[in-house]
C-alpha cells in the first residue's frame, strides 16, 4: 500500500483502518485499518469511483472520505500483494488495484469474517466493506490486541480499533490524527517511493 520490508498481509490488513503498532517498519508508518482489515484507501466493496490527491487532482480509484492517507500505486492487483501469500484470492487477499491505486481486501458478509477472525463482522467502515470486532467497551479489544472499543463503523456501531495515538504506534512521516486515530499525510513526500497521498 517500496524500499521497506513488507509485512504478512494478516498484519497489512490490521494496518488498514486501524494503526499498525510499532514494530511496524517506521519508514511505512502506518495506515488505517479495522480488525482484521487501511490500506489504504477507503472505497466501496462494488469498487469506488474517483479520489482526490493532496495536490488536488483526482484519480479513478478508492472513494475519499476527507481524510487523507498514503496509498500504495500499482499497475495489476498482484502490485499490491505480499511476496509469499495467497494473493490475489479469497479474503483477506482479495485487494485490487483501482484507478492505479490499492484497494484493501473488503468482505462479503458475517460468515467470510467469522471464517477469517471469531467474532469479527463484516461492516462499512470509511465506505469499505471490513471485518470488525465489535464491542461495548475495551474488554473484547484487549483479549484480540485490537485496540480499544473507539471505532465507529458508517452506521454509528462500535468496534475495536488500534490508534495511531496508542502507545508504541508510530505513524513514520505521517501524522497521527487524534479525531480519527488514523495515520495522516498532507503530500507525497510523507510517503514512502511509489505511494501517494489521497483523499
Do not use: H, K
Not at 45 to 73: F, I, K, M, R
Not at 166 to 180: I, R
Request: glycine share 12%.
Amino acid at each position: 500500500m517500496r524500499p521497506i520490508r513488507r509485512v504478512p498481509l494478516a498484519s497489512l490488513l490490521l494496518c488498514l483502518t486501524l494503526a499498525c503498532p510499532a514494530d511496524d517498519d517506521p519508514a511505512q508508518g502506518t495506515g488505517s485499518t479495522t480488525a482484521p482489515a487501511s490500506t489504504s484507501g477507503a472505497t466501496s466493496s462494488s469498487g469506488g469511483d474517483t479520489s482526490t490527491s493532496a495536490d488536488g487532482s483526482s484519480t479513478t480509484g478508492p472513494v475519499g472520505d476527507g481524510v487523507l492517507q498514503c496509498v500504495e500505486t500499482c499497475t495489476v492487483p498482484l502490485d499490491c500483494c505480499v511476496p509469499g501469500e495467497p494473493c490475489p484470492g479469497p479474503y483477506p487477499y482479495n485487494v485490487d488495484c483501482i484507478g492505479g491505486l490499492c484497494r484493501q481486501a473488503v468482505c462479503v458478509d458475517d460468515a467470510e469474517c467469522e471464517a477469517y477472525l471469531t467474532g469479527t463482522l463484516c461492516r462499512e467502515v470509511r465506505g469499505l466493506a471490513t471485518c470488525v470486532l465489535p464491542c461495548a467497551d475495551d474488554a473484547p479489544c484487549t483479549a484480540a490486541t485490537l485496540g480499544t472499543c473507539t471505532g465507529t463503523d458508517d452506521a454509528g456501531a462500535t468496534y475495536c480499533l488500534d490508534r495511531c495515538d496508542a502507545p508504541g504506534a508510530f505513524c513514520g512521516n505521517q501524522t497521527c490524527d487524534a479525531a480519527t486515530g488514523l495515520c495522516t499525510c498532507t503530500g507525497d513526500g510523507q510517503c514512502q517511493s511509489d505511494w501517494r497521498c489521497v483523499d
